[in-house]
């Protein structure tokens, strides 16, 4: 059935039918539980259930109010403000029974969520030995919400989560970027701080926010009807989403009607590339920032005895989808990045003498082509014999790019990364929880749609802040760090877009803040573990948002670009500027109104400016630190860096 819209207040999440209260059931909502740490100097929002019309009477250091249950038994009350401090006891009674939750602190509480970077945990960050060895603090308070998949708000949690005191234990495997910033304001706020982890890797922001977020923000009613489709039945929707993606794929395609995959057709004079990694790394710069259609032919011989066998063509993985042919036969298609190929040839497909090989290979994003080693692209005779298809480079030809066609259409969504269905299932239970501010640090899910992420970033935000009851919650946004080879020539847009939006929308919201994490990205691991480096930068925004510090918290963040004669000029705030291990500052890209980019010389003048050689240029763009793989080396004299950016030149 189609998903229920969550509800846009605070109190239409406690609004869910539920059972009359009996003496074994509790009287408080999980996220009550021995050791809880409730947010200081506001309202305290406490509520759980009871039987329908039942008064409970909740109590916390001197003060009681009362509440009534509701027809489904649920009950909501508001405590009154209280400073930092504990422990105290939080107690709930009705006339025929009573709860008491023990060793209650009050502090500042925050909510950690995202993806695999916010759910990498403690234990294996770099040098958290000594760190987590040292961890213990009673006014440290941890809670991790356990991994729920839901179709509908739900009010509880599926595992009987809780509240922990910090110790080695409880640390080591809860979130190194939520412990780290909760650590350092441990260190420089000297009040007890309470951190919510809710986090599930690989996971896209679409998950995270509530159907009437979807709703509201509009565009999105044939999505969630195709999610609810999934839902309903996993099969046709993958199979309807198929066939819209052939019918999409073949309308962009000119290789498809102009007879690519005949056994005739003349490739010579299309150029070559060696199927034996992503497109982007072939050393051919028409590859390097592509997504889109790729045409490959490649040839082989085999004798008659050979040919009149039956084979299976064994091509390793493709990126992301293929459709493959011998002698114009099709003899397999798959959608999916990293599976191997292996694709059965009948008997009379192969021909004695010379057979050919074709496969239109469409990649949506991120890496692209045919990957895995060459050596292990064969066709497996059914008398075991392998033929080598990978021996010489194959040829290619570029049939569609992405960025020149219509989006290709969206996969069904399931499982965690349907719509709503982490935001049902993990933020649902924690609300109206009073709250302090948000850490968020995902995006590599989105990172191929910087565009739709530029409006569900702040729709998300706004959505959270609706279910909090909290209209000016902070929201502290850690910027996607550097993975993946640099660039040698101007870089693919990759996750360059997807960090320009994070800077844009925490830029446009006073209650937000950016941490930039470039410099501490690794090119082998998506999962880089500097992580107390984020955790503290984090920090450092909500040391001077909430706590009012004069503390540093941005690298140079650029104000304008303009020409002066033959050079752009970079106006900065946040400055002194500085260039590290260089006399120059890199990475700075002046693109035209097609945004065809190129790397370009630049200088620091003064404190706040840098000047770009453009001599011979008309740029309508300048980037800086874009791509995938980036190394950036302008700081400012806070010793943090400058985040990804492209800007209009006036």
Same mark, same amino acid.
């Given at each position: 059935m189609f998903r229920l819209c969550a509800a846009a207040a605070a109190l239409a999440l406690l609004a869910t039918p539920a059972a009359a209260q009996t003496a074994e059931q509790p009287l408080f909502a999980p996220m009550f539980t021995d050791h809880a740490l409730l947010q200081r100097d506001r309202a305290i929002?406490? !509520? =759980?259930?009871?039987?329908? *019309?039942?008064? @409970?009477? @909740?109590?916390? $250091?001197?003060? &009681?109010?009362?509440?009534? %249950?509701? +027809?489904? *038994?649920?009950? #909501?009350?508001?405590?009154?403000?209280?400073?930092? =401090? /504990?422990?105290? &006891?939080l107690s709930a009674r009705t006339h025929h029974t009573r709860q008491t939750i023990a060793d209650v602190m009050l502090g500042d509480v925050y909510l950690c969520s995202g993806q695999s970077n916010m759910e990498f945990e403690t234990a294996v960050a770099t040098n958290a030995r000594s760190m987590v060895q040292s961890s213990a603090d009673d006014s440290l308070r941890l809670f991790a919400v356990t991994r729920r998949i839901a179709a509908t708000p739900q009010t509880r949690f599926e595992a009987p989560d809780h509240w922990a005191v910090a110790t080695p234990e409880s640390v080591a495997s809860f979130s190194a970027v939520c412990y780290f910033f909760g650590r350092n304001l441990r260190q420089t706020q000297r009040v007890p701080i309470g951190l919510v982890e809710a986090a599930w890797g690989g996971t896209p922001i679409e998950a995270w926010m509530s159907d009437a977020a979807f709703h509201r923000l509009g565009g999105y009613e044939a999505r969630l009807s195709d999610a609810a489709l999934a839902e309903r039945?996993?099969? $046709?929707?993958?199979?309807a989403h198929e066939a819209a993606l052939r019918a999409w794929w073949r309308g962009i395609d000119r290789g498809e009607r102009d007879g690519y995959a005949r056994a005739d057709f003349d490739a010579s004079?299309? %150029?070559? @590339?060696?199927?034996?990694?992503?497109? &982007?790394?072939?050393g051919e710069r028409t590859l390097e920032s592509l997504d889109g259609v790729v045409w490959h032919q490649a040839e082989f011989t085999l004798t008659e005895a050979q040919a009149s066998q039956a084979a299976q063509a064994l091509l390793g993985p493709a990126d992301d989808v293929d459709i493959t042919y011998i002698n114009g036969v099709q003899i397999g298609a798959t959608h999916g990045w990293d599976t191997p190929r292996a694709y059965a040839v009948p008997v009379g497909v192969l021909r004695a003498g010379r057979n050919v090989l074709a496969s239109s290979v469409?990649?949506? =994003?991120?890496?692209? /082509? !045919? !990957? *895995?080693?060459a050596t292990e692209k064969v066709l497996r005779l059914a008398d075991g014999t392998n033929v080598p298809l990978a021996a010489q480079p194959w040829r290619y030809r570029i049939t569609a790019s992405l960025a020149d066609v219509p989006a290709p259409p969206s996969a069904p969504r399931t499982g965690p990364n349907?719509?709503?269905a982490l935001r049902d299932g993990m933020i649902a239970p924690i609300a109206p929880y009073a709250l302090s501010g948000v850490l968020w640090y995902q995006g590599e899910s989105n990172a191929a749609a910087p565009d739709e992420y530029a409006r569900l #970033?702040?729709?998300?935000?706004?959505? !959270? +802040?609706? %279910?909090?009851?909290?209209?000016? #919650?902070p929201f502290f946004i850690a910027q996607l760090s550097s993975f993946g080879a640099?660039?040698?020539? $101007?870089?693919?847009a990759g996750w360059g877009g997807l960090r320009d939006v994070q800077r844009r929308v925490a830029e446009a919201d006073p209650h937000a803040g950016l941490a930039v994490t470039v410099d501490v990205g690794d090119r082998y691991d998506v999962h880089p573990p500097q992580k107390q480096i984020v955790g503290e930068r984090l920090a450092r925004i909500a040391r001077r948002l909430i706590y009012g510090e004069a503390v540093a918290d941005s690298g140079p963040t650029p104000l304008t670009a303009r020409r002066d004669g033959g050079e752009i000029v970079v106006r900065f705030a946040h400055a002194p500027l500085t260039a590290y291990s260089a006399n120059r500052p890199m990475a700075f890209e002046l693109c035209d109104a097609a945004r065809a980019c190129q790397f370009v010389d630049g200088r620091i003048v003064g404190d706040s400016e840098v000047r770009l050689d453009a001599r011979g240029a008309a740029p309508a763009f300048v980037r800086y630190c874009w791509g995938d793989g980036v190394i950036c080396n302008l700081f400012n004299a806070a010793d943090l860096p400058a985040p990804t950016f492209e800007l209009a030149v006036e």
């Open positions: 929002p406490v !509520w =759980g259930w009871a039987s329908p *019309g039942e008064t @409970v009477t @909740v109590t916390l $250091a001197d003060n &009681e109010v009362r509440t009534r %249950a509701d +027809r489904n *038994g649920r009950w #909501l009350a508001r405590l009154p403000a209280l400073a930092a =401090g /504990g422990p105290y &006891e039945d996993p099969a $046709a929707a993958q199979a004079d299309w %150029a070559s @590339v060696r199927p034996a990694g992503f497109w &982007e790394n072939a469409l990649d949506t =994003g991120g890496g692209g /082509g !045919w !990957w *895995g080693p349907n719509y709503a #970033l702040p729709a998300m935000m706004n959505d !959270w +802040r609706r %279910a909090f009851a909290t209209p000016h #919650l640099p660039s040698a020539g $101007a870089p693919r």
